[in-house]
């Protein structure tokens, strides 16, 4: 391997290995190399543990013993992420680079959160943006988190041809396929928390837990279940309360006894907005990335107020009736319906099923 982009695709490659273990870290990989051949491989695993770059400096000292030094002098590193240049849980990644002597620096991605490397970098040569919309896009929950104060946040639904995602009854089981379903315990792991509305809680009691999506079960972190109970319609005895994995209720009633829930401190919860909800869920739980599951009710508030990046839709090849529940019932009158249309992004068959990702544009 020579060329720059390749070295970069390699660093993205093991920050990916991140996936499960980072949050609310980002996932960050990083390659070292010498006369154009990589001399060491590094990746962040977990929140206080070392960086990618300290774990990639750690490499070429184990690979290459007593010529490390010299080769790390003449290197060139190629990392996901701008390095830190302030002291968190570790210390700046900025001064190991300087300390062994790095000549050259690509970053796929800036990082507003730190005060900027290339201020701490004298005399180290750095290039910016090599595969940025990629690094981007590996780290969209934490970016958001830091740009934008909110997570990102995916919609999941599972829907009929008709686009029903419960039959009148409200039953919403089996829709979609085992293949289909598996995705979902695999989004599940992969995102920091899941909110769901008080409408599914009462018609399904679902656990909302990740189970069998095809990770290592001792890496998956059980997502944060989020509900917001504004009319206190939780009794306590709901499966959330029964399983591992943590829950935060939004609720004026907070005196259900559960061993895995916290309150959301302020309980005056009838004026509960959600834009404030997702600041709160980025600024004092760290969250990056966040998951709905939902009926209509909750769907389509956060829809009107511009909270989806992104719906997946696994579409199953059946009918739910003329009486099914609808996954939006947005009025079609509200002016605002017209100001969002939505951009296939991608689709695969699942079993029988299809998987739609789909993003709304809002103007
Ligand atoms: N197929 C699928 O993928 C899928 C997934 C989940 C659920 N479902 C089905 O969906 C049905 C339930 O749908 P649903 O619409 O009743 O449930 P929901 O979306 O889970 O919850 C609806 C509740 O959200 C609350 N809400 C609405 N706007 C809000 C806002 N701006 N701020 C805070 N809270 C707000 C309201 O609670 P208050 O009443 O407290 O005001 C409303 O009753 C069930 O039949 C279930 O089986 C299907």
Same mark, same amino acid.
């Given at each position: ?146 740009? !934008? ?5 995916? @919609? =999941? ?7 029903? $995602?419960?039959?009148? *009854? %409200? ?103 959600? !834009? ?5 869920? @980025? =600024? ?7 998951? $709905?599951?939902?009926? *209509? %009710? ?66």
């Amino acid at each position: 391997m020579t060329s720059p982009a390749e070295h970069m695709s390699e660093a993205l490659s093991l920050a990916r290995k991140g996936l499960l273990t980072t949050r609310p870290n980002p996932m960050v990989g990083c390659v070292i190399t010498h006369n154009e051949k990589i001399i060491g491989r590094g990746w962040h695993e977990k929140s206080g543990d070392n960086h990618a770059e300290i774990n990639a400096i750690h490499d070429v000292l184990k690979n290459l013993g007593s010529n490390a030094e010299s080769a790390l002098e003449n290197s060139e590193m190629y990392v996901t992420l701008e390095p830190c240049s302030t002291t968190g849980k570790t210390p700046p990644c900025s001064e190991a680079i300087k300390k062994y002597g790095i000549k050259k620096v690509f970053i796929a991605s800036e990082d507003n959160s730190q005060d900027g490397f290339a201020n701490k970098a004298d005399g180290i040569e750095i290039e910016v943006g090599l595969l940025r919309e990629d690094a981007r896009r590996l780290n969209r929950g934490f970016f958001s988190r830091i740009e !934008k104060n909110r997570p990102f946040i995916s @919609a =999941k639904m599972g829907v009929g041809l008709d686009a029903g $995602i419960a039959l009148s *009854s %409200g039953e919403s089981k089996w829709i979609t396929s085992s293949e289909s379903r598996k995705d979902v315990h695999k989004m599940r792991a992969e995102n920091d928390a899941i909110l769901t509305g008080i409408g599914t809680i009462v018609a399904d009691n679902p656990s909302l837990t990740s189970r069998d999506s095809g990770y290592d079960e001792d890496k998956v972190m059980q997502p944060l279940r989020i509900v917001i109970d504004r009319n206190n319609k939780l009794t306590g005895n709901e499966s959330i309360f029964q399983v591992e994995g943590n829950n935060l209720i939004f609720s004026s009633n907070q005196n259900i006894d559960s061993h895995n829930t916290d309150f959301y401190p302020n309980p005056s919860n009838k004026e509960i907005n959600l !834009k404030e909800i997702v600041q709160y869920l @980025a =600024k004092e739980k760290s969250i990056n990335n966040l998951m $709905i599951e939902s009926g *209509s %009710g909750m769907f389509d508030a956060l829809l009107d107020e511009q909270l989806i990046d992104e719906i997946i839709l696994y579409q199953a090849p059946k009918l739910l009736g003329k009486d099914r529940k609808s996954f939006s019932n947005l009025d079609v009158t509200n002016e605002k319906l017209s100001t969002i249309d939505f951009q296939i992004i991608e689709t695969t068959n699942l079993g029988e099923d299809k998987k739609i990702i789909l993003r709304p544009n809002y103007k």
